[in-house]
């Protein structure tokens, strides 16, 4: 159970779009259709982004997109606001049915 | 309004147990999964394992297999995670959080939902 590996920083100016990899193994984020991404504030809970690859729970905004090539899933976001400020981590389903956590990105917006 | 709340965390020294709890409260708590999550000082999150809805089925990462073990009760509307053999990069805090499928009985699914705790912290020290 290796962790997933993001980039540690990526930024962005108000208005641009981001995109934050996570790269895995045929055996997690390659295998299934299986990767939920989660936005942090210092000092607070994950939120709930993105599941199942391209999925936004309700209330998320449509800001936030989901893909997946390969062994590689990505977290893109348009046209940057100062609150998108956080650190993002993906997580995948595992061929163990266990779940593993990527090493989560910082984005600064600029 | 679904709430969760954490609590058993504290200062425990190397080889020492501990019991977290996490009282649920807002949504019908026997009809969902369960899971915990922690985050050590300054780093990125760790799955730590997942409880389905009747207990029978629980998955654990590597690095806590053998020594922790997710449980809950139902009746009570609490989910637990009895820590033994404690070592220090045990630190963290630890997240419970709803798994938001009901009903659901694939592990496939069993991502940490919408809703988690704020957390409890464990400091693993002498």
């Known amino acids: 159970q290796s962790a997933l590996t993001q980039p540690a920083s990526v930024s962005g100016s108000p208005g641009q779009s981001i995109t934050i990899s996570c790269t895995g193994t045929?055996?997690?984020?390659?295998?299934?259709?299986?990767v939920s991404w989660y936005q942090q504030h210092p000092g607070k809970a994950p939120k709930l982004m993105i599941y199942?690859?391209?999925n936004r729970p309700s209330g998320v905004s449509d800001r936030f997109s989901g893909s997946k090539s390969g062994n590689t899933a990505s977290l893109t976001i348009s046209r940057l606001q100062p609150e998108d400020d956080a650190d993002y981590h993906c997580i995948s389903y595992t061929s163990s049915s266990t779940w593993v956590f990527g090493g989560g990105t910082k984005l600064t917006v600029l | 309004e679904v709430q969760l709340l954490e609590s058993g965390g504290g200062l425990v020294q190397p080889g020492g147990s501990l019991r977290l709890s996490c009282a649920a409260s807002g949504f019908t708590f026997s009809n969902y999964a369960m899971s915990w999550v922690r985050q050590a000082p300054g780093k990125g999150l760790e799955w730590v394992s997942v409880?389905?809805?009747?207990?029978?089925?629980?998955y654990y990462a590597d690095s806590v297999k053998g020594r922790f073990t997710i449980s809950r009760d139902n009746s009570k509307n609490t989910l637990f995670l009895q820590m033994n053999s404690l070592r220090a990069e045990d630190t963290a805090v630890y997240y419970c959080a709803k798994i938001d499928r009901e009903h659901y009985y694939d592990s496939s699914g069993y991502y940490p939902g919408q809703y988690w705790g704020q957390g409890t912290l464990v400091t693993v020290s002498s």
């Open positions: 199942d690859v391209t």
């Open positions: 045929s055996s997690d984020v390659g295998g299934y259709k299986y």
């Open positions: 409880i389905s809805i009747s207990g029978y089925t629980t």
